[in-house]
């Protein structure tokens, strides 16, 4: 007779408890690297002829993604060739040295490709240099700093390097967070472009990003990378925690606790209301993005917001 430590689909001892109940290491195993490439094919994220970006940090989701896009790739015949990751390196001291390490090993380990572009080499200033000249006029946030900055690297370089996709390690409690987030700053228009394929509509000038982790929550995909023996350091960006979805996700968490399944209840009802969000954004008259007249990406306005930091920097 099993019991509630019991796997549910065999007699061995379970190692998580799952909402459909317990499961052990093989079958854990097995029902996360399922859950994947179900994902994958349900919403179509990724074609034969895609040239694939991974963008990679060397954190617990980049790592698995990398390395269960390559698997999806060799199971359905693809050539490695169309895939490769990219890291960017923001110049945060004592933390993004530690992941870049662990990836360029998992990289080297697994044959994957792996392109490195830095903040320092693109602006002049690591986020470390940039951020308090910034902070001092403006306010603004490292993770703002960060964020405009990184997007802006990503898809130059994925589209120099020629990706038709970016793929991110976006897990479901990241997705949760960003609902949340987008609701109590009334960014509905936002949050249209959320789901596991990102945007609202392709855009020649931007690489479509796609989430194969999407319904993976983060306590799945760190227990996967501890029995895959994946090395990784798990500690967090210094910045984060001055972040505001570091409330967002201390919130989630502790409704989590309290009340099981609340992050996934979250994506399921978000996901009910996504076409419509879609359908809303998709009607409403907007200028297509023009290209920045100062570094020629893409902008909504003449100059893009990473080119509008540089100049903060810069008069500063």
Not at 236 to 253: H, K, Q, S, T, V
Request: hydrophobic residues 35%.
């Amino acid at each position: 007779m099993s019991n509630q430590n019991s796997c549910s689909k065999c007699e061995k001892k379970g190692i998580i408890l799952l909402q459909h109940g317990a499961l052990c290491q093989n079958h854990f195993l097995s029902y996360f690297e399922e859950k994947v490439f179900k994902t994958i094919n349900k919403y179509n994220l990724l074609n034969r002829d895609d040239k694939i970006c991974i963008a990679a940090s060397g954190g617990k989701d980049s790592l698995t993604v990398l390395y269960l896009t390559k698997k999806y790739l060799e199971e359905k015949k693809i050539s490695k060739e169309n895939l490769f990751a990219l890291v960017i390196d923001e110049g945060i001291n004592n933390y993004r040295e530690h992941t870049l390490s662990d990836l360029k090993e998992f990289c080297n380990n697994y044959d994957i490709p792996l392109k490195v572009v830095t903040n320092k080499e693109e602006f002049g200033y690591t986020l470390d240099e940039a951020y308090p000249i910034i902070n001092k006029e403006t306010k603004k946030k490292p993770c703002n700093i960060c964020g405009v900055w990184r997007r802006y690297l990503l898809n130059k370089y994925a589209r120099q390097f020629g990706a038709t996709k970016i793929i991110t390690g976006h897990n479901l409690d990241d997705e949760a967070q960003a609902v949340l987030m987008n609701i109590f700053k009334a960014n509905t228009k936002l949050s249209a472009g959320l789901g596991p394929i990102s945007g609202t509509k392709e855009q020649d000038l931007f690489v479509q990003r796609v989430k194969p982790l999407y319904f993976c929550t983060e306590k799945e995909t760190r227990l996967y990378t501890v029995l895959k023996g994946f090395k990784v350091d798990f500690t967090e960006c210094p910045y984060a925690a001055d972040g505001f979805r570091a409330n967002i996700r201390d919130m989630l968490n502790d409704f989590e606790n309290k009340y099981k399944g609340t992050k996934q209840s979250i994506i399921n009802s978000f996901l009910a209301m996504l076409p419509l969000l879609k359908e809303q954004a998709r009607g409403e008259s907007y200028a297509p993005p023009t290209r920045c007249t100062i570094c020629t990406e893409p902008a909504n306005k003449d100059v893009c917001n990473a080119c509008v930091l540089k100049e903060e920097l810069k008069n500063a």
